[in-house]
């Protein structure tokens, strides 16, 4: 498995008027644990697009368990347990203090930036996650 953790601090913005954390606002946290992800496997998304390639989210889901409120530390973690093919799932772990407060996955598409089509993942990619996991 390839894991990573980081944290952000829930903005008032991110809240309702009751200073819960809107539903919507925990596929942001997704999307910051994975771009941690990718760039702590020393393969940012950046250099993904130098490449000519993008990751489009095909599928997305949360399973909510409690909430978060303004100004709240959420820890969140990401990690894959798959080699990708043309599609990869990445799982997430939001966490508030030691309280679980939801879990899910996205999985993405590989795609070529230039025809916007799908594609295999960049064997680079593919050889960096095989390692992770072996580990």
């Known amino acids: 498995m390839v894991s990573a953790e980081t944290t952000l601090r829930v903005l008032y913005a991110q809240t309702d008027v009751m ?11 997704f999307e910051a644990g994975r771009n941690n992800l990718m760039r702590e496997m020393g393969y ?17 889901y949360c399973k909510y368990i409690s909430t978060a409120k303004y100004d709240d530390v959420v820890r969140i973690k990401a990690f894959m347990d798959e080699v990708p093919g043309v599609k990869v799932k ?30 295999r993942p960049p064997e680079k990619f593919v050889e960096l996650v095989k390692s992770h996991i072996k580990k």
Request: no cysteine.
């Open 44 to 60: 940012a998304y950046t250099e993904l697009e130098k490449e000519g390639y993008g990751l489009s989210v095909v599928e997305s």
């Open 90 to 119: 990445i799982h997430y772990e939001l966490f508030v203090e030691e309280r679980l407060i939801a879990k899910g996955y996205t999985i993405l598409g590989f795609i070529n930036l230039k025809t916007i089509r799908p594609t």
């Open 19 to 29: 200073g819960i954390m809107n539903n919507v606002r925990y596929f942001e946290f």
